[in-house]
């Protein structure tokens, strides 16, 4: 089934064009559902407002599940034919898996340099391994953060590249790559 990875900046439109796209598959077949696969943290009260904005958005048919850390494994045991997976973002979950190797006490405004750790090492491995064997077709979000200059501190240099690796990885898996800027979807791939 097609998968489509669908980049932009904050605030860009992307999550209401992807589930533009999930609303349709929807409304083509009674036996097609859409599972929204969130990967954010609800660790404060923004956060959470955040995410409730997002659920209040959604039909109320559509199944949420879970996913900060383990999305391969999350992907693998929803995936299912007439199906649409929506993974949003991206750019959450690699915050997450990027950080699971930091040790709490950790201060990182005095870090000089950081390399990836296991987590990532595995759980991006993860996931390029399973995009391809799902049965599902498959929405990708992901924030492009890469356009502006080099930011200062360690761990947000670590995020930009890593972020721009995993968006390549993940385009090359994709059928398809939307960029979306206020609202309107550029075909970059597909």
Not at 48 to 72: C, D, F, M, V
């Amino acid at each position: 089934m097609m998968k489509t990875l669908i980049i932009g900046g904050a605030r860009s439109g992307k999550s209401a064009w992807a589930e533009q796209q999930a609303a349709a598959f929807a409304a083509q077949s009674p036996a097609h559902d859409v599972v929204v696969i969130a990967t954010a943290h609800a660790g404060d009260e923004e956060m959470a407002a955040r995410i409730a904005a997002h659920q209040a958005q959604r039909p109320a048919g559509w199944r949420t599940l879970e996913a900060p850390l383990a999305l391969a494994d999350t992907l693998r045991a929803a995936d299912a034919p007439q199906r649409l997976l929506l993974v949003d973002c991206l750019t959450l979950w690699l915050t997450n898996v990027l950080l699971a190797d930091v040790a709490p006490d950790v201060d990182l405004g005095t870090v000089r340099r950081l390399t990836p750790g296991p987590t990532l090492e595995r759980e991006r491995a993860a996931l390029l391994t399973v995009l391809p064997t799902l049965r599902a077709q498959v929405l990708l979000i992901g924030n492009e953060v890469g356009h502006g200059i080099v930011p200062m501190g360690a761990l947000n240099r670590l995020f930009v590249d890593e972020n721009g690796r995993l968006h390549q990885a993940v385009a090359a898996c994709c059928d398809q790559v939307r960029f979306v800027m206020a609202g309107c979807a550029l075909a970059l791939k597909g």
